[in-house]
């Protein structure tokens, strides 16, 4: 295997589903903007997605985009990711965090939502992969995380149910096939896997009533932020984190130990 590339000070970072601002997408987009990197966000809302990379790009100045991109579309995804590459710096870091969740029960699920959920939550993050990774390959340099569940582990348990968990433990299996493809390219491939998190993902914010009940088995006693697990997430982008691959990171609070 031949030496890793030196770390590039221009380098971009690909966020999907980043645009909300309660979401875990747009605190790690904050915080790489932070650091230095350029910041593309990828979300189905394309004014909010521009609107987010606005207003990164004058708070860090910073190069962003905002573009609208359904994961779920070949061709919206392809088209998203030529955007990004000829107008920001190479890609260097993929974060997949679109998804869909789905609290309808085994016997009430239907076949046309379970096709949802598994397009945008697996389908679309093997979509976005493979067309980022063309440029990552060839450059011989890149770190993708994608974003899991503790319900992938524990066979849901706190909001969404079947169709939502069985997508999300699609990610953990995909993530470590992958790791296993893209190490002799010095691209790291990681999975992280949060618990509870208070965000609009969890069927809209939580009250402080449902926030206990999340919270009573948790050891930290408290439901997660969007800044633990962007804290995570940028940390697997960076530099020092090369040596990490086919890993799944639990960030719990203690609510599954694995």
Not at 110 to 115: I, W
Not at 228 to 239: M, P, R, S, Y
Request: glycine residues 12%; aromatic residues 4%.
């Amino acid at each position: 295997m031949s030496e890793t590339p030196t770390w590039p000070t221009e380098r971009t970072a690909v966020l999907t589903g980043a645009a909300s601002e309660r979401g875990i997408g747009r605190a790690a987009a904050q915080r790489l903007a932070g650091q230095g990197w350029a910041v593309a966000i990828l979300d189905i809302d394309g004014q909010e997605a521009r609107a987010a990379a606005d207003d990164l790009g004058s708070r860090y100045d910073v190069p962003c985009l905002g573009v609208g991109t359904d994961v779920s579309d070949e061709e919206s995804v392809g088209a998203a990711i030529e955007a990004v590459e000829g107008s920001l710096p190479p890609v260097v870091g993929l974060v997949n965090l679109a998804g869909i969740s789905s609290p309808t029960t085994f016997m009430e699920e239907t076949r046309e939502a379970l096709d949802k959920v598994f397009a945008v939550n697996m389908t679309g993050t093997f979509m976005v992969t493979q067309r980022v990774l063309q440029g990552m390959i060839e450059r011989q340099l890149g770190r993708i995380v994608s974003v899991s569940s503790i319900s992938a582990q524990r066979g849901g348990g706190t909001y969404s149910k079947v169709a939502y968990s069985a997508s999300k433990a699609g990610i953990i299996g995909f993530t470590r096939a992958l790791a296993r493809e893209m190490g002799e390219h010095h691209i790291t491939v990681n999975a992280v896997s949060p618990g509870p998190v208070d965000t609009d993902i969890m069927g809209g914010p939580l009250d402080e009533e449902r926030k206990a009940s999340m919270s009573k088995d948790v050891l930290m006693g408290r439901v997660g932020t969007v800044h633990d697990i962007a804290a995570l997430i940028t940390f697997l982008l960076g530099e020092d984190a090369g040596y990490i691959t086919a890993a799944t990171y639990d960030i719990n609070g203690g609510l599954q130990i694995s």
